[in-house]
T-cell receptor
């Protein structure tokens, strides 16, 4: 089975721009979660989607948004980028309604200048 | 606030010996606990998990122990190998409707030397 894939792997954006990151979960997995990793804050939960619905949301501003498509692929969007948004963005998928084991993609390294 | 804590930022162990990584948590509502290994510039790799109804789970060289009364879990790696050198994250989930949200510790850098 192919693992979780994320595109792009690296991205450089300018402050004020917006960005869209993409995640394809493991085949058959219906839940996709997004995390932000920074040296100062560690791994922080952004949101989780299950069957195209946002099921959980972390404590991030409204500039961070996401969506999930009918094939379980997910995108996250960050608008009006700030320097502090520079981070590794990780997506994870899990299978089934009761599965708590999440499998991570390689991440997208976003640099905001 | 940090609900999952890994108080040792680093651990150094000789090859062949046991590595013990520790994790504490504060939220008694956590139902599931997981350990991940992470190399630089890669996503975390799932290692092993344990449900709160158990106190031990083994998978090959990896064993996780859970002490609910102390709100403490540990990961034992025996024997340790140089390829185990990585950052190890402890994570927890409350289950139920929040199953898809994991709370992570800050990680412990394990170095296994020959």
């Amino acid at each position: 089975k192919a693992g979780v894939t994320q595109t792009p792997r690296y991205l450089i954006k300018t402050r004020g721009q917006q960005v869209t990151l993409s995640c394809s979960p493991i085949s058959g997995h219906r839940s996709v979660s997004w995390y932000q990793q920074t040296p100062g804050q560690g791994l922080q939960f952004l949101f989780e989607y299950f069957s195209e619905t946002q099921r959980n949301k972390g404590n991030f501003p409204g500039r961070f948004s996401g969506r999930q498509f009918s094939n379980s692929r997910s995108e996250m969007n960050v608008s009006t980028l700030e320097l502090g948004d520079s981070a590794l963005y990780l997506c994870a998928s899990s299978g089934g309604l009761a599965s708590y084991e999440q499998y991570f993609g390689p991440g997208t390294r976003l640099t905001v200048t | 606030d940090q609900q999952v804590k890994q108080n040792s930022p680093s651990l150094s162990v000789q090859e062949g010996r046991i590595s013990i990584l520790n994790c504490d948590y504060t939220n008694s509502m956590f139902d599931y606990f997981l350990w991940y290994k992470k190399y630089p510039a890669e996503g975390p790799t799932f290692l092993i998990s344990i449900s709160s109804i158990k106190d031990k789970n083994e998978d090959g060289r990896f064993t996780v122990f859970l002490n609910k009364s102390a709100k403490h879990l540990s990961l034992h790696i025996v024997p340790s190998q140089p390829g185990d050198s990585a950052v190890y994250f402890c994570a927890a989930s409350r289950g139920g409707s929040t199953l898809g949200r994991l709370y992570f510790g800050r990680g412990t850098q394990l170095t296994v030397w020959p």
